[in-house]
């Protein structure tokens, strides 16, 4: 870490840009830590994909605190927040909204579900059946909601989070590879350690650590940072980096299914919020190398020979980052 | 600052000038040249003064050297008479080419024509400029060396007494001085830096302390070690040295009676001729006779006599103009060894051959001193003047179109020569029938033909004992014997050797073996030229192949022409000096020619051009530090080309790059600056100063990179690179670092980066 602060390119004319990014973004990394602790590189990813106006997907097994972790994001940003449980007999409708006829008015009226909100936190979304999953991603991708043929916009900034439990679990619906293109990042809570779960002990054993957490940030705080983001340069040699890295996916053999084009959007995207972090105003390969393993693992599938080898598509996401040459 | 630097390059590169003084005949070549080489000189210190970019320097001295040209051989054709314009160039591009052809067809010395001089100055301009390129702009004073051995080599090469030892000190004191500066500017430079203070001219110091002895020993090893002094390096002491080109060879006689001895009987050439009866080949003239040895003044290799596709020098001594051609076309054997004389009819008027060959007019030998005949074919054109027998017994005794030293005869010869002379001529009247007269002595059978005579005790006379005692010898004992008493009858004479004709394999087709080698005398007539005759007994028990000519035959009014004729003259003429009766008395300042194996004293051979035992000690002294000095020359150049911030930062970086990889550290093209930073600082414990300067030159090279604006360096990323260099190496070992330096890895890396992958391939 220490290299990393030190390595830190300041660059005058960007860093009074990135300066206020880095300050609200600082405080929102801070009151998320003091709910999941020792998760550093989770809460990074997690805001990265916030002001990168990406949608994250924690999947991990239960009681870990992805929920936690969903849950302390929203609420230290003063934003709408809705939360949802995904069950079997969940519908769509209970997601998007529905009209619903007004006894008075004699008309009918809409009654907005719960993803209008500025952060949508979607529990065990792999419970869900097919359909009703298909209702939210299309919230995800296109920001709006359609109901009975009439679209409606989505508040900014707008960001879900969703928590899945591992595909092997009992009683899931695995999200199919499209739905799962939509998340930008996916990330990995794992176990705390064994210093951080007895302090959880401690601290989280007498009230939910959620109760006191005030909100740090102001929703419009966050929909600038996120404009801020979209001004970080990103060199016509690093974007070319990216396409190298996300292609090569597509020909690795320990790969059946290889990265989509919106993946590589993702990553760049992705890239300009993490440099942003860093108080960066331009992107490096370090910040692609970095988000590759969370930006492009969860849309992978192994081939049959690397499933047998029992090679995980992380470790072949590594492999391509420490194979494919940075750009001069 | 680099002013001192440009002066000093400019004074080593006149100071070189006089390495190429010995190629020119005139002694007043140089000041054109040298003046484009202070022209260069100046325009680069003007430039610098004027802080005018490095790259643009060598077109302002191009251009200055260009108008000096034009001021100088096209003023005419020029505007202002220095602009160039299309007709001045068209002249300056004529006397290039006349210059180079100039170069082509002669060997050195050669004249300073204005043609010539203008290549020189072209050259030595392009030289100066070159010099200041490498020693200002790249700051490689030392590698200016390599330039001016360059220049040393020009003489060494192509001219045969190599380079005065006075030039060689003028032109290594011009590098050192340009070493001294260099090291002493140097020094300063360096002292400017934070932690580096002082030690200015140490440098310098310790460079003097070991250049100073090395030129000495340069000087000193050649002229002590013998094996070395008469080579090329330094021709110094080599006593035929003329004031103009000479050559050596190996002693004709030894070579001779290598021949005739030989078992091989290796063929030497083969020729076909239009005449029936083909005269003897001859390839050297001996004329000097020391009292013992008969050997061959030096020859010139003259402009004047190159061979050319027009006649060769006038016959000496010819008046007749009543002659028939003979052409005769020779191929020699490619085996030929060290045949830089012409095997050739006599007298050759005209020749049709390859290579630089030339004519000595006195006797018409042709030889090229750099040259071999082995494998050539050539024709050659000789007249055959008809001889009136009346005429020729009629010629005066009285020489005058002949050089008088063909009469010298030593002084201290045995008494009794002198004696047996005058008594075999007594009876003759005229020249001829003296020549005819001793010509009949040796062959009238008193002398016995061997190729092996008996060896002649430890100091008694070997000519003596041939003509008084033992009577037994081949060619060159008769050839020796009868031109001395030739001259001793007041005939010029001289000993030539050269082969028979050979044998006639078909028509017109002749072979020449090594035991057709021959010697005869050569007899000069007033008004007839040098005529050959034969004391060499020719038939039966004699030499094979040898005959007598014509008019060498005693009697007109009935003589046999026939090979066999010696016989049946020598019963005409009687033994009218009985010299056995005359006691032999060994003189020590006795004359004779069997000593002929032992080389004359000057060199017996030529010197080659450039030894190879130089060519391979400068081979293992620079090749092992060839990689070395790539390594450098690539590093001076990156630095040298980077101006801005973001290729100072590439610069910093491909160091970085190659540093890694010569101190034996794996370089990944995946990885990116911080990257590399981060691994290097685990992999090696960097000292914290090293670390940070890893950092600085990392992140120098990504703003450079992928930043928009690439940020300015904090710091002089050049010192951080020389720091990291350090580091690095000081982690890598003894060996490592040894290998770093002279091995260094990064060579095998050209281009950006070590390997290209493309993540599709």
Known sequence: ?328 | MKGRVTVAATLATLGALPLLHPLFLDRDWWPVPAVAVLAVGLTSLAARALRSPALLLPLFQAVVLLALLTGCHASGEALLGVVPTGGSMAVLRGLAEAGMAEIDANPSPIEATSSLVFVVTLSLGLFAMLVDLVVVTLRLAALSGLALLALLFVPLSVHEEGIGGPAFVVAAAGFLILLVVDGWERARERGALPGRAGGAGRHAVDGLLIAAPATALALLVPAVVPGLASGTVFGLIDEVRGDNGTVTTVHPMASLRRGLLSTLDRRVLEYRTSTEEPDYLRVHVLDAFDGENWTMSAVRAAQRYRVTEEALPPVPGVESDAAVETTTDITVTPTAQDMNFLPLPYPAQRIEISGDWFADPDTLMVFAPQGNAGGLTYRVTSPRFATDPDDLAAASPNVSGVDRRYLDVPAGLDPRIGELTRSIVADASGPHERAVALQEWFTDGRFEYSLQPPAVPEGEDPLARFLFEERVGYCEQFAAAMALMARQAGIPARVAVGYTPGEQIFDDHWLVTERDAHAWPELYFEGHGWLRFEPTPSSGQGQPGANVPDHASSAPEGGTPTPDAPEEAATGSTTDVPSPEEEPTPSSSGSGAPAAEAPTSAPTSRPAPLSPLVLVSLTLVVAPLLPALLRTLRRRVRWAGARSHAARSRAAWLELRDDVLDTGLAWNPAESPRGVARRLGEERRLSAEARAALDRIALAEEGARYAPVPPAPSQDLAADSLLLRGALRAGAGPWGRMRAVLLPRSLLVWGARPRRRRAHA
């Open chain 1, 1 to 328: 870490m220490s290299l990393d602060t030190r390595l830190t390119g300041r660059d005058d004319e960007a860093v009074h840009d990135v300066g206020a990014v880095l300050d609200t973004a600082d405080r929102i990394r801070t009151a998320v830590e003091t709910v999941i602790e020792g998760k550093t590189e989770v809460v990074r990813i997690a805001l990265t994909v916030l002001l990168a106006e990406g949608h994250l997907l924690i999947e991990d097994i239960p009681g870990v605190g992805k929920t936690m972790l969903a849950k302390a994001l929203a609420r230290s940003i003063d934003c709408s927040v809705s939360r949802i449980q995904f069950t079997p007999d969940l519908l769509p409708g209970d997601i998007t909204g529905v009209n619903a006829y007004h006894q008075e008015r004699h008309e009918f009226e809409f009654v907005p579900g719960p993803v209008f909100a500025n952060i949508v936190v979607g529990d065990e979304i792999n419970r869900a059946s097919p359909k009703t999953q298909s209702a939210l991603l299309e919230c995800m991708e296109e920001s709006q909601v359609s109901v009975d043929g009439e679209t409606r916009e989505l508040e900014r900034p707008f960001m879900v989070v969703a928590t899945q439990n591992p595909v092997d679990m009992e009683g899931t619906y695995p999200l199919p590879e499209a739905q799962r293109d939509r998340f930008m990042a996916r990330v990995a809570i794992g176990y705390p350690s064994p210093q951080a779960e007895l302090d959880m002990i401690d601290t989280h054993g007498s009230r939910s650590p959620l109760a006191g957490l005030e909100p740090v940030a102001k929703a419009a705080d966050v929909q600038n940072m996120i404009d801020r983001v979209r001004a970080i340069h990103v060199s016509p040699s690093v974007r070319r980096y990216a396409v190298d890295l996300v292609s090569a996916t597509r020909s690795s053999p320990a790969l059946r299914l290889g990265a989509s084009p919106r993946a590589t959007l993702h990553l760049v995207r992705a890239a300009r919020a993490y440099a942003a972090l860093e108080a960066r105003s331009y992107v490096i390969p370090d910040d692609l190398q970095a988000l590759a393993v969370p930006v492009l693992s969860h849309r992978l599938l192994p081939s049959t020979e690397a499933r047998i080898e029992g090679l995980p598509v992380e470790q072949v996401v590594r492999d391509l980052v420490a194979r494919i040459p940075v750009p001069d």
